[in-house]
């Protein structure tokens, strides 16, 4: 069982950054996929960015043993639950999630 703790969220003004970070139970550098998701209000959840085989999409990095998002320029379209995620070693699905940190983007 792999504990994932999303941490970084909260209220910020449009135009400004946040960085958002994943803590794992388990060592998460060697995880063929990690990606991060976010759910706004009302809407389905949808993959922000990932690394995967260690190729990076978009702005997640591993920083000190966690996994991180960079979030730049926001605006209130970015306001959402935001979620990491593990990736099975096929690549097929995501098997393990955290409970999600909460992105307010005020105007």
């Known amino acids: 069982q792999v504990q994932l703790v999303e941490s970084g969220g909260g209220l910020v003004q449009s135009g400004g950054s946040l960085s958002l970070s994943c803590a794992a139970s388990?060592?998460?550098?060697?995880?063929?996929?990690m990606g991060w998701y976010r759910q706004p209000p009302g809407k389905q959840r949808e993959l922000v960015a990932a690394?995967?085989?260690?190729?990076r999409i978009t702005y997640a990095d591993y920083v000190k043993g966690r996994f991180t998002l960079q979030l730049s320029s926001v605006t209130p379209e970015d306001t959402a639950v935001y979620y990491c995620?593990?990736?099975?070693?096929?690549?097929?699905?995501?098997?393990?999630w955290g409970q999600g940190t909460q992105v307010t983007v005020s105007s």
């Open positions: 690394i995967i085989r260690g190729i």
């Open positions: 995620a593990r990736g099975r070693s096929d690549l097929q699905a995501y098997d393990y």
């Open positions: 388990t060592s998460i550098f060697s995880v063929a996929c």
